[in-house]
Every structure is written in C-alpha cells, then in structure tokens.
T-cell receptor
Framework: DTAVSQTPKYLVTQMGNDKSIKCEQNLGHDTMYWYKQDSKKFLKIMFSYNNKELIINETVPNRFSPKSPDKAHLNLHINSLELGDSAVYFC????????????FGPGTRLTVT | GDSVTQMEGPVTLSEEAFLTINCTYTATGYPSLFWYVQYPGEGLQLLLKATKADDKGSNKGFEATYRKETTSFHLEKGSVQVSDSAVYFCALGGGADGLTFGKGTHLIIQP
C-alpha cells in the first residue's frame, strides 16, 4: 500500500490554465504539507494543514490554493498557471505538528508551456 | 531564522570509497536533525534522524551524529555502492515552519 500518493505524476499544461494536484495519505496522520522543488532540487515548503486547518502559509502567490476536505487529503489548486510554476510538487504528511518526521509522496512534475 | 547548509555537489566517488557529506545548521532551541534521500524520479525518503545532542542516527550503513558544539550533522558511510547514487538532503525540524531543508547534495558513485 502506498503511504502518501499523488495524482497525476506528470502534468503538462499551457500558461493561463487552471489545474489541480491531489494528495492522499493512508497513515492516519494529522498533518499534511505541500512543497515545491525547483530545477536545482531546492525544496521549499508552501503550505501545511493540521486536521484540515491551515497552519503554515509561506509567501506563495494567491493563485495557489490548498484545500483539505478531510485530514487524509490535501489538494493543491493552481489558477492562471505561469511558466515559473514549472517544478516538482511534493505532498508530505507527519503524525502531528510536533512530529518533524515527514513521509513524502512520489511528486508531481508540472510543466507549463 | 533556521537554516541548513550542506556541501554543494555533485560529489563523485568510486564504489567502496568512504563518503562524507557535510551539514551544518543554525537554529534556536534544540531542533531534531534528519537526512533524507531522493533517488532519481522518486520522492524523499527518511534515511536517518537524531533528536538530541550526541545522538547517532544510522540506517543502511549510513551514520550521522548530532554535534551541538559544532552545530553539525555530517553524513558518513564507510563503503558506498552504485545504488547509493541519489540526492541527499540534510534537514532540521523544530521551527514554526516544520522542516527546513538544505539545498541537497547530488552523489554519483561510479563502478
């Protein structure tokens, strides 16, 4: 069983489109995260949710909107995609906010043309 | 704020060589320290961790010791294999932003 899964694995789209990436964890964790990894492999946290509530919201354009329908799911919706949004997006989860041991999904490679 | 500095790559070694990847950190309080590994085309996997000073984390032949006096958590392995080729991330946990990652070190092991 996959602990943290993401769909789709690859996403190619044109500038200006709106797209969503889905994430699910079956670990029973309370806290979920979204990270962006750029072409140089640098990882930066974007959002964190604990029990469906937003707890971390880094300086991210408001075109990015996370949604957590329940604590096992954290989806990322992106409006008006730009070339600079091209990256690999990782979802992760941890037992709770005080547990820094995180489990990562396989990533979604987004390419904006 | 918290930060992690690790050696730039790529690091290229021959099989069975000794590996050290340096990692130093800046943090307030007493963070937990982690090494994650990312194999090509995959997500990050936790390799090892240490939660307090002088703790040694170990896994798959890799080791790292939490050194508070030098604010370091260097990753070592006595004899690397081709299958160890990956990107290695040092990270600290303890701030308000969850995990803070270093920039990653690309390790290439040649047969």
């Amino acid at each position: 069983d996959t602990a943290v899964s993401q769909t789709p694995k690859y996403l190619v789209t044109q500038m200006g489109n709106d797209k969503s990436i889905k994430c699910e964890q079956n670990l029973g964790h309370d806290t979920m995260y979204w990270y962006k990894q750029d072409s140089k492999k640098f990882l930066k946290i974007m959002f964190s949710y604990n029990n469906k509530e937003l707890i971390i919201n880094e300086t991210v354009p408001n075109r990015f909107s996370p949604k957590s329908p329940d604590k096992a799911h954290l989806n990322l919706h992106i409006n008006s995609l730009e070339l600079g949004d091209s990256a690999v997006y990782f979802c992760a989860s941890s037992q709770d906010v005080a547990d820094y041991e995180q489990y990562f999904g396989p990533g979604t490679r987004l390419t904006v043309t | 704020g918290d930060s992690v500095t690790q050696m730039e790559g790529p690091v290229t070694l021959s099989e069975e060589a000794f590996l050290t990847i340096n990692c130093t950190y800046t943090a307030t309080g007493y963070p937990s320290l982690f090494w994650y590994v990312q194999y090509p085309g995959e997500g990050l996997q936790l390799l090892l961790k240490a939660t307090k000073a002088d703790d040694k984390g170990s896994n798959k032949g890799f080791e790292a010791t939490y050194r508070k006096e030098t604010t370091s958590f260097h990753l070592e392995k006595g004899s690397v294999q081709v299958s160890d080729s990956a990107v290695y991330f040092c990270a600290l946990g303890g701030g308000a932003d969850g995990l803070t990652f270093g920039k990653g070190t690309h390790l290439i092991i040649q047969p």
